[in-house]
């Protein structure tokens, strides 16, 4: 395949480069760079976790023999090694014909290696690779990677995919393979053969959800990327329901909603299949959210779906919030019964303010992180700092989010709080220790730095809040306002708003960054891959980028007949409009 490079831009992103064609025929977008890196660090440690998980599984069922001692486990071993250089020492492609004189203990240390033998580098799928910039990612930095096979259904990412292998030497030809086809297909062809399967779409990945579930091997690892934020935000509920099975709300920790959305989607893709997940990772950065599950199959473990899932009732009028469990369980004798929940857990009207309840769901009520992987992946991310291009934001989050209380679904806003009672906002410290003043726990989320998670109960919020604006008078409202309402009240529980020690998280303790500015203007989605660029994308690439960019086609196609008004973009007067637009795109991280 010959290339001209004068028609191609190389971007270099960690240890690979790919070719990007200047006509944009291929998507690339540079603010995936966090989204790629999260992506290898999870995968790292995703393959170190797995071979921990089959040396102990091998050490259990050696020690459940008790025919394994440790010494012959070592000796073992090295005859292995031996076999794998070449020297058979007596046997054939590592087989050893057990006879009477072996005995049980010979036995058992060919179990015991014949098991260790299985364990082979895991096979990754990229469903939807584009230009092949993440698998030649995982291919090259990676360690203890088999091979990555690259999927796309559109003709020039599968052309393109195949120049970047190439362009990127040996190990990347090894490793690398690229496949036109539609990724539904392939998936559901290869059942349980991908031990991570890896779903970053252009918008939502519902329609693949069904097939990843089924490709990915039992203990293996879904990354699944949902750009379609509108959507599971609550812009669009029905549109939501549709794609998702449940429906958003327009709440301050919508972005968080978005996660378990995806996270209880994906559970009952898995349970038609008699399958489970278990959330090790799962991050809203940007402009989109991500989560990284296991997936296992077991038929009774999969009767608990219903106790990791909740309806959530939200107050129209002061934003109060309740979740109510999908099911519930019973121990009976050496069982367990499962039951329908127990509601509602909230009356008609809202007790705090009187307004009506608007319910959305089911999301994913279980912990959504495992503390364990976070610490994990963090260590190896700061290890290795080196190796990660977007290390501070990665680190940031990942340190954000060893900080979030796991057991807590959802978050209060203080600024919401505070503009419903329309009073001036207590510091995030003084209301975080208030609240640890009264015996619960609170910590930050990753998802926004205004949210406080907590376990107190939203009596205990608001009482807070009604002695604080005892301290911080403000002026009478309305008698039928929320605010006017609540403040009503007198508050059954006196709040402490002295200092507390654990105010402050650990981060802010130690002045660690947790929330770090965008790197650039306009850093957001981009367009798809060979549409036309005109003055509409302003919003999207900024003024001055999508000038040159017209300007440039302007002077290779000026042979060619074109609209005039789309050549170059004038100072409109609208502008101030287009960059408030930009703003708020380049807001969502």
């Known amino acids: 395949m010959e290339t001209d ?16 064609h200047k006509k944009n025929q ?41 025919k394994v001692p440790e010494k012959d486990v070592s000796e073992t071993s090295k005859e292995e090694t031996h076999t794998e250089n070449g020297e058979d020492n007596g046997k054939t492609n590592g087989e050893h014909k057990v006879t009477s004189q072996d005995g049980p203990k010979e036995a058992a240390k060919i179990a015991y290696e014949s098991a260790r033998r299985e364990l082979k580098p895991p096979r990754v799928l990229e469903a939807l690779s584009a230009s092949g910039l993440r698998a030649l990612r995982y291919a090259r930095e990676v360690e203890g990677i088999g091979q990555v096979v690259a999927l796309d259904n559109d003709p020039a990412s599968v052309e393109a995919c195949q120049r970047n292998i190439k362009f990127n030497g040996l190990m990347s030809t090894s490793k690398v393979e690229s496949h036109l086809t539609d990724a539904r297909v392939h998936m559901l062809s290869h059942p349980k053969e991908f031990d991570v399967v890896d779903l970053d779409p252009y918008g939502a990945p519902s329609i693949f959800l069904d097939s990843a579930v089924q490709s990915v091997a039992d203990g293996g690892l879904l990354m699944c990327t949902a750009t379609d934020m509108a959507v599971l935000c609550g812009a669009n509920g029905e549109v939501c329901y549709s794609k998702y099975g449940s429906y958003p709300l327009k709440g301050k920790y919508c972005h968080e909603m978005a996660l378990r959305i995806l ?3 994906i559970e009952s893709h898995a349970n038609r299949y008699k399958r489970y997940i278990v959330p090790v990772l799962s991050v809203q950065m940007d402009f989109y959210v991500r989560v990284f599950v296991r997936v296992y199959t077991s038929a009774s473990a999969m009767k608990n779906t219903p106790l990791k899932l909740s309806y959530v009732y939200q107050c129209i009028g002061c934003d109060s919030f309740h979740l109510q469990s999908v099911g519930r369980s019973l121990p009976k004798n050496n069982s367990v019964r499962y039951l329908p929940g127990v509601g509602p857990v909230v009356p008609q009207d809202c007790t705090h303010c009187g307004k009506k309840y608007n319910m959305g769901g089911p999301i994913w009520s279980a912990p959504m992180h495992d503390q364990e992987w976070v610490t994990s992946i963090l ?11 977007a290390y501070d934001r990665i680190c940031a989050v990942l340190t954000t989010i060893s900080e979030e209380l796991l057991d807590v679904p959802l978050f209060l806003s203080l600024h919401s709080l505070s503009a419903t009672l329309k009073c001036t906002s207590p510091s995030a410290a003084l209301f975080r220790s208030a609240v640890i003043n009264a015996n619960y726990r609170v910590s930050g989320s990753h998802v926004n ?42 508050p059954s529980h006196q709040a402490d708003f002295s200092r507390h020690v654990g105010s402050l998280s650990k981060a802010q303790t130690k002045k660690v960054a947790r929330f770090l500015p965008n790197p650039e203007k306009h850093w957001g989605p981009k367009i798809r891959a060979g549409r036309t660029i005109t003055s509409k994308h302003v919003s999207l690439l900024g003024h001055e980028a999508v000038n040159g960019h017209l ?4 002077k290779e196609e000026e042979d060619e007949e074109e609209d005039p008004e789309e050549d170059i973009i004038e100072d409109e007067p609208d502008l101030k409009r287009q960059k408030t637009a930009a703003e708020d795109i380049a807001s969502t991280s």
């Open 449 to 490: 730095p205004l949210g406080i998670k907590t376990d107190a109960p939203m009596e205990v919020i608001w009482d807070i809040m009604r002695c604080w604006v005892k301290n911080h008078p403000i002026k009478p409202q309305s008698p039928d306002h929320p605010g006017s309402v609540i403040l009503s009240k007198e």
């Open 551 to 554: 300007n440039g086609n302007h």
């Open 5 to 20: 490079l004068n028609d191609y831009t190389i971007i270099k992103e960690g240890e690979a480069e790919v070719l990007m």
């Open 263 to 265: 996270l209880a989607s």
């Open 379 to 389: 260590s190896g991310v700061k290890s290795m700092k080196g190796r990660y291009p």
């Open 26 to 66: 291929v998507f690339f977008n540079k603010a995936q760079v966090n989204n790629r890196d999260m992506s290898i660090a999870v995968l790292r440690a995703f393959i170190s976790k797995r071979k921990q998980e089959h040396e102990a599984m091998l050490s259990k069922r050696a020690r459940s023999s008790g």
